[in-house]
Structures are given as structure tokens and as C-alpha cells.
């Protein structure tokens, strides 16, 4: 897919990012598993972490750890599954890397069952809140190389 029609390519111009530098930004997922679902995606466009240098991929876990730390303080978080999918059999629908950062609550279901095929979380009128909180709560300063 051409960058000019990858989702992921456009959606860092959006007002849905609430971090970015000069490496990746985040997004609150649009079908958030549970409060605070985070993708976290690189500016520039590469089809999956294979593809991806080893560069960008360190910075990008580095990122996501500092995001989940203060994503799952901010909502109260017990833990998170940080992961990414890498080609369609994989589960990976949109071909361009991203990092999942799922924040995991007590009453959140495991592991296994946290794709989309089992739920999404049912508080779309608390996701602009919590994009709100998450804007106010990051600045790319944060994040050291």
C-alpha cells in the first residue's frame, strides 16, 4: 500500500496524537480493549517490525515503556501487554508498524483473549477524556535518546 493511502501515514497529522517526536507518535486506538489502549506508530512508513531498522524499533520500545509507565498510573493500570503483530497471519490488518500498549486492570481479561474478536471496550464517551488526559500528560521533552 502506497503512503499516501496508509491510515497510519495521514493519522499523524490528526489532532488524535497526543505524543510525538521526531521518530513515532501515539494514538488512543479507535476500538480501545481497555482504557488507554495506545498505538504507537513510527512517522515514517514501514510495513511491519521486519521491515523496520533496528533503530527506529529500539527508540519505539523505549517510547512505549515511558508511555505505558505513566498511561497506566494516570488510569490505574496493573499492568499492560506491549506487542505487535508482523504480517496478516498474524493478525497485523493495517500494514504499518505500530506498537500495542494495552493497559491491563484487574477485571480485564488475559493475554490470550485480548484481540478483537472478543471485546471492545464499551466507554466511547470517556475516550475523548482520556485522549484529553493523555494530551495534557505528554510532552516529547520526556522522552531522552
Known amino acids: 500500500m ?13 489532532d488524535r496524537v497526543f505524543y510525538k517526536d521526531s521518530v513515532c507518535y501515539a494514538v488512543l486506538d479507535l476500538n480501545e480493549l481497555t482504557k488507554g489502549h495506545t498505538l504507537l506508530i513510527p512517522m515514517k ?11 527506529v524499533i529500539s527508540h519505539m520500545y523505549k517510547v512505549a515503556k515511558h508511555l505505558s509507565i505513566k498511561i497506566n498510573k494516570t488510569f490505574g493500570a496493573e ?3 506491549i506487542l505487535t503483530s508482523s504480517g496478516t497471519t498474524a ?11 494495552i493497559p491491563r486492570y484487574r477485571t480485564s481479561q488475559g493475554v490470550i483473549r485480548f484481540y ?27 522522552i531522552k535518546r
Do not use: V
Open 116 to 142: 478483537y474478536l472478543d471485546s471492545k471496550l464499551k466507554d466511547p464517551q470517556g475516550k475523548e477524556k482520556r485522549l484529553t488526559t493523555l494530551k495534557n500528560l505528554f510532552t516529547k521533552s520526556e
Open 45 to 55: 512508513h514501514y510495513e511491519n517490525m521486519l521491515s523496520t531498522p533496528e533503530k
Open 91 to 101: 493478525g497485523q490488518d493495517i500494514m504499518h508498524f505500530h506498537i500495542h500498549i
Open 79 to 81: 499492568g499492560s501487554n
Open 2 to 14: 502506497g503512503k499516501s493511502k496508509c491510515a497510519f501515514c495521514q493519522l499523524q497529522r490528526t
